[in-house]
């Protein structure tokens, strides 16, 4: 007497589901990444590996073509070099010491340009950061 099974298990695996999880989530990543900096700008930073605690309020920087742009709440907003330091005025003031500027410029940029910025700051009594990347 031959006995036949009646329940066959089937082997086969459906990845039809795996795919619309995989393209639900390359479009999440794709609409997140363009939220995080779209205004950011590509300058090659000189090398440190020193660190300060200070939490500058705001942040001037110099393209390697000496563009000056000024990040005002979060955006980034393009300045002749005269606007600079009527901006910095009218926003914080003079002689008020706690004020902490960070300076982010292309290490192919002048040092004149970097110094003419610095001597903005001094003029003001702005405390001067100068932003650099991590070295290795």
Do not use: C, W
Request: proline residues 4%.
């Amino acid at each position: 007497m031959a006995l036949k099974k009646r329940n066959k298990v089937n082997a086969a695996f459906s990845m039809s589901s795996m795919t619309d999880i995989v393209f639900l989530l390359l479009i999440f990543f794709m609409v997140t990444s363009t939220l995080i900096a779209p205004n950011a700008l590509k300058l090659l930073l000189p090398q440190s590996n020193n660190q300060t605690a200070a939490k500058p309020i705001t942040a001037i920087s110099i393209t390697k073509d000496i563009k000056y742009y000024i990040n005002d709440d979060g955006k980034q907003t393009r300045v002749t070099f005269n606007e600079i330091e009527p901006f910095l005025v009218n926003k914080f003031g003079t002689g008020n010491d706690d004020i902490y500027i960070s300076l982010h410029t292309d290490k192919s940029v002048p040092v004149e340009e970097v110094v003419k910025i610095m001597n903005i700051a001094r003029r003001n009594s702005y405390k001067m950061i100068l932003a650099t990347a991590p070295e290795g």
